[in-house]
């Protein structure tokens, strides 16, 4: 009975913290064909660069197999999202403070649950995602490699995408491989090529990718830049601090301070999103119950 009664009283906390969202934001997906690609390094420390820009920035922990945002930034989250659903927690008690001032939305195993929810548990979701909509500018989902249903559930709900590929042929291929499967539901695909030794490199293989995009999908893909190949990742991976925050001066480094410049102040022609937090819940519920 008092369990019952702590449960109704959190749902009516999570109901009067609920407030309208006022402002705008964007949820960009991070995805790749092919795991291994660097896909949470790039997720964390751009979420940094973004944080140092002036945004408010979520990053969501969305690898549902091996969730690792954790792991690299040195965190270890007791909570997951599993927690709201069950009405142990509210989301502000699940949200970490990670590098930079970032926040952290650990996902693991709780995700998994998403695809058959109640109609009581996804509002209860959506009312807790859309009490912190005022808090964020910026969301940044990470997930894992391919093209599951989960994960497609998340680029189907996010309004831009982000590709990270390397220049190995199978990295490409699988890249391309992503890019036709999500080019009709993403208003934007961008793309970062990861681990190159010269920006020539880095140009050669995305032409690859956006002549294919465009003469076989009609197709046009944004090109966010390029991450050199750097040792200070693997290291600052060690010593699980991200790269931005431990060798701020590295390559590495200067090319993701790069990537989050052209994502905020590169566009040329600006995409006008009537987009909110709780509409973006509930494209993502709507993909997963189907
Ligand atoms: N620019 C880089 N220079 C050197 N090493 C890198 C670079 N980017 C990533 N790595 C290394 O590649 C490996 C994989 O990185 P990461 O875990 O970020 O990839 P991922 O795409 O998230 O993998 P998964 O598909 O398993 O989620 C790590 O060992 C990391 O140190
Ligand atoms: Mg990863």
């Known amino acids: 009975m008092y369990e019952q009664t702590s449960k109704l009283k959190r749902i009516m906390d999570e109901r009067q913290n609920h407030k309208v969202f006022q402002g705008t934001f964007k949820v960009y997906c991070v995805t790749s064909g092919k795991g291994g690609v660097g896909k949470t390094n790039l997720s964390i420390n751009l979420s940094m660069v973004l944080q140092e820009l002036g945004k408010r920035v979520l990053l969501v922990d969305a690898d549902l197999g091996l969730a690792n945002v954790d792991v690299i930034a040195g965190l270890y989250p007791k909570y997951n999202i599993s927690h709201i659903i069950s009405c142990e927690k ?8 990670g590098p930079m ?28 995602f859309n009490s912190i909509s005022h808090d964020f500018d910026i969301v940044i989902i990470d997930t894992g490699a391919g093209i599951s249903k989960n994960v497609l559930g998340f680029v189907q709900s996010s309004d831009e995408v982000i590709i990270v590929t390397t220049p190995e042929p199978s990295a490409i291929t699988d890249a391309y491989a992503v890019i036709k499967l999500i080019h009709k539901y993403s208003q934007k695909i961008h793309v970062i090529i990861n681990r190159v030794d010269n920006f020539r490199d880095a140009e050669y293989t995305v032409q690859k990718l956006s002549n294919a995009s465009r003469k076989f999908l009609h197709t046009d893909i944004d090109y966010l830049g390029y991450v050199l190949e750097d040792r200070s990742v693997l290291k600052s991976n060690m010593e699980q601090i991200p790269f931005y925050a431990r060798f701020p001066d590295s390559l590495a480094s200067k090319c993701i301070l790069n990537l989050g410049r052209k994502l905020l102040y590169g566009e040329q022609k600006p995409i006008q999103y009537n987009y909110t937090f709780e509409g973006w819940v509930k494209k993502l519920m709507a993909f997963l119950k189907n």
Do not use: Q
């Open 101 to 128: 001032g970032i926040k952290i939305l650990p996902g693991a195993s709780g995700l998994y649950e998403m695809a058959n929810l109640s109609v009581v548990e996804l509002n209860l979701l959506i009312k807790a």
């Open 90 to 97: 509210n989301i502000n008690e699940i949200i970490i403070e």
